[in-house]
């Protein structure tokens, strides 16, 4: 997959469908020469690099005028040398210098690929999976070691980036800017797609025409965000969900990070991705080293849909690891929006008992559990049962909850603590602070300083010790506020930079450690909602709360823009009650069913409050899904409608063998005498005879039929647009079940 012509030093990665191609430049940098659908092995692509005689730049060659840097197309640009955008790159000495220039060493390929020291990374079962060309750069005036690391996948139409610096020299130095990729592409008539919003509306689908300057996404927070997500996408203006060039930059990182595209003012395009330059510096001492998070690039000539299929198949499969990444995933009920902190044992058994009766498979206990937590102002910190609310303890209703027949998961907030709580009084200096400063809080909450081991060491302890007394098979591990005043008291001044990176290594730190003790633990992560809800997350907790906002017409478009970069194995999703708690929208309970069944599904009320008709509705729904989960979780997902778009949002899941699939068409508002609508599918096989299901509706055709002419949107009884509607509800949506004809269903996936 890595293949290397030694005679003008060009390396080609290619797994037959994407190419990425880099060569050495006669002054020893790297260069950048192509990304995207595969070309011909045997090129000779010297053509590619473009250069002109421009003014008002500076050369690094004397005499010779096609010499900067500015104008060449770079690898892995650095500050100081005469590339005047923005570089990958920047370090700064002791004596106050921040000039670099890395020349190229050697390479070496390997079958397979490394993981990433303390870092999530994507991974192969089989060293045949893919191949990683690495390729060491030297800045020798300052024995500075970069290592460029890139991995194709055989599999999947991705590559795999991450840098490695080594300080080989006498003197310590610092990395000011270190970002983990960098491209330059050849011509900038792009549009970014990035995925932006706050809380309770995350990952909104934003297009943003290139032009000349910069356009960039970024976190300061020290988390990923709500605000915005660490990815971009870059498409061509014809590009559509189905066809043209997309483009896909992932970072696999949960603290701040920086995605940028640049337009020089000649229309060269520089995407870059990475940890957050804001708040960074990294000191690298003689002998040390420093490795990027890692970033994936992805291509798909097959429009967005292409791209998000990529990062799904990798991210399921690749990314997401351990007990839990091929199984199906429990149908759980959560207690939050139906109690908030308000409940003892017998509610929470009560809760229960009727989410068995619906064949619930599991209860998750949340917020205010432990300590003297009776709202958001104490407790944090002390992950010791409340015995007022609990008399039995954790362990006693876990035991009660599996005598039930059903999984007991439990929600703790591990990075955060209230002042009011023993923990805090015993310990004041284990959060993030300023010693003599204030401190901001968020929710009532202070960050507890995770770059420090003591300090992680400390809650593990704790969560360990339940872990371990008591069956839990799930927790929610939740992370309410974003970090203000970094700061931890246990550096020196220099090192202070390293703060915000360090925090979220002990949060991959406490992850890693209750998953070696508990290697069967599910982990879903949540930071109220949807405000870490990265890749970095997905390497140890295969799924996340999507957002706090529950409303079905609202999480269309969070789960539309989510499923950009994520798989739905991934995307925590419940049916909550109505009125709806974030929006006080009444929506069917049918609705709410089919929005959340492209997810992790579950329920988030309290069953004992609703209607006969509608448990019945819950104990189908609890059915469909457990029939249909491994289809949802594995098949190939389609956004057919954008409900950023216009009035409707359709979805398909379909079986990569084409023998099955889901499409999911919600209307937000009601209409009156509307157009005829059909939906073309994707997915299908052309030449199967497949059964439509709809709400009332049922009838056959062939694959090509229902790609080329489509799914019709009608009731054929009442004549009214979508099926079974009747035509007049608001917020209506109907599932169709499409499988082959003569198959059973249940065997084909
Ligand atoms: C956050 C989460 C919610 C819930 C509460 C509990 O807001 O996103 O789901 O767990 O915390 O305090």
Redesign the pocket.
């Given at each position: 997959m890595v293949t290397v012509n030694e005679k003008d030093m060009v390396f080609h990665l290619s797994n037959g469908r994407i190419s990425y191609l880099l060569y050495v430049m006669e002054s020893g940098a790297l260069g950048h020469l192509y990304f995207g659908k595969a070309l011909n092995p045997n090129g000779n692509y010297s053509h590619m690099v473009e250069k002109a005689h421009r003014p008002m730049t500076t050369y690094i060659k004397e005499g010779d005028l096609y010499t900067s840097y500015e104008h060449l197309r770079q690898e892995y640009p650095c500050y100081g040398t005469s590339d005047y955008r923005y570089p990958a790159l920047e370090i700064q000495g002791g004596d106050g210098s921040r000039i670099c220039n890395i020349q190229y060493q050697g390479y070496e390929i390997r079958n397979g690929k490394q993981a990433l020291p303390g870092l999530p990374a994507t991974y192969v079962e089989d060293e045949n999976e893919a191949q990683t060309l690495q390729i060491t750069l030297k800045d020798t005036w300052r024995n500075l070691e970069v290592v460029l690391s890139y991995s194709i996948f055989r599999d999947v139409d991705a590559v795999a980036r991450s840098v490695r610096f080594v300080n080989l020299g006498e003197e310590t130095f610092f990395l000011n800017r270190a970002m983990s990729m960098s491209v330059d592409f050849a011509d900038a008539d792009y549009e970014s797609v990035q995925l932006s919003g706050a809380w309770s509306r995350e990952r909104a689908v934003k297009v943003r025409e290139l032009d000349a300057g910069v356009t960039a996404v970024s976190s300061t927070r020290g988390n990923s965000s709500h605000h915005h997500n660490p990815f971009l996408a870059l498409k061509r203006k014809h590009t559509t969900e189905q066809s043209g060039d997309a483009y896909g930059f992932s970072l696999i990182y949960s603290g701040n990070f920086l995605a940028q595209a640049e337009v020089d003012n000649h229309s060269v395009l520089r995407v870059m991705l990475g940890i957050n330059p804001f708040g960074f510096q990294w000191k690298l001492m003689p002998q040390e080293s420093f490795v990027t998070p890692e970033a994936v690039m992805v291509y798909s000539p097959d429009g967005l849909n292409g791209m998000s299929r990529q990062f799904h198949r990798l991210y399921r499969r690749r990314l997401a690891r351990g007990f839990w990444r091929d199984r199906e995933r429990p149908v759980l009920i959560?207690n939050?929006e139906a109690t908030l902190f308000d409940y003892v044992e017998e509610d929470l058994l009560r809760f229960a008992e009727k989410a068995k009766e619906c064949g619930i498979e599991m209860f998750v206990l949340?917020?205010?559990w432990f300590g003297s937590r009776c709202n958001?102002k104490s407790g944090l910190g002390d992950w010791k049962a409340n015995r007022t609310k609990l008399p039995e303890g954790i362990k006693g209703l876990s035991e009660n909850i599996e005598a039930l027949g059903m999984k007991f998961g439990l929600?703790f907030?591990p990075e955060m603590v209230n002042k009011d709580s023993d923990f805090f009084r015993a310990h004041p200096d284990y959060i993030l602070q300023t010693p003599g400063r204030s401190q901001s809080h968020g929710r009532n909450q202070f960050v507890l300083d995770f770059s420090r081991k003591e300090v992680v060491d400390a809650i593990y302890e704790q969560m360990y010790v339940i872990l371990r007394d008591a069956k839990i098979s799930y927790i929610?591990w939740?992370m309410?506020r974003s970090i203000s005043e970094c700061y931890s008291a246990a550096y020196p001044p220099d090192r202070q930079g390293e703060i915000f990176h360090r925090y979220i290594l002990g949060v991959y730190d406490l992850h890693e450690r209750l998953l070696r003790a508990f290697p069967e633990l599910l982990i879903e992560s949540?930071?109220?909602?949807g405000g870490r809800f990265d890749a970095g997350m997905l390497y140890y907790a295969p799924q996340g709360?999507t957002s706090?906002d529950s409303d079905a017409i609202e999480r269309l478009k969070i789960q539309y823009g989510t499923s950009f970069c994520y798989p739905l194995s991934c995307m925590g999703a419940h049916v909550s009650a109505c009125p709806n708690g974030q929006v006080g929208r009444v929506t069917p309970i049918e609705t709410r069913g089919n929005v959340a069944y492209t997810g992790a599904f579950g329920y988030e009320l309290d069953l004992n409050g609703l209607s006969d008709a509608e448990l019945e509705t819950v104990k189908e729904q609890v059915a469909f899904y457990k029939k249909n989960r491994r289809l949802i979780a594995t098949g190939d997902f389609y956004r057919l409608l954008s409900p950023f778009e216009g009035n409707f949002a359709a979805w398909e899941i379909a079986a990569p063998d084409g023998t099955r699939a889901l499409v999911t068409v919600t209307r937000m508002l009601s209409e009156a005498n509307g157009p005829y609508r059909r939906l073309p599918l994707r997915g299908l096989y052309a030449e199967k005879e497949y059964h439509i299901q709809g709400r009332y509706n049922a009838y056959d055709a062939y694959g090509d039929e229902l790609m080329q002419y489509g799914l019709i949107l009608e009731d054929k009884s009442s004549g009214q647009i979508i099926d079974g509607s009747g035509g007049c509800e608001d917020f209506l949506s109907v599932l169709y079940e499409i499988t082959e004809k003569q198959r059973d269903a249940g065997s084909v996936i």
């Open positions: 959560n939050w949340d917020d205010g958001d929600w907030e929610k939740d309410n949540c930071a109220s909602g709360w706090d």
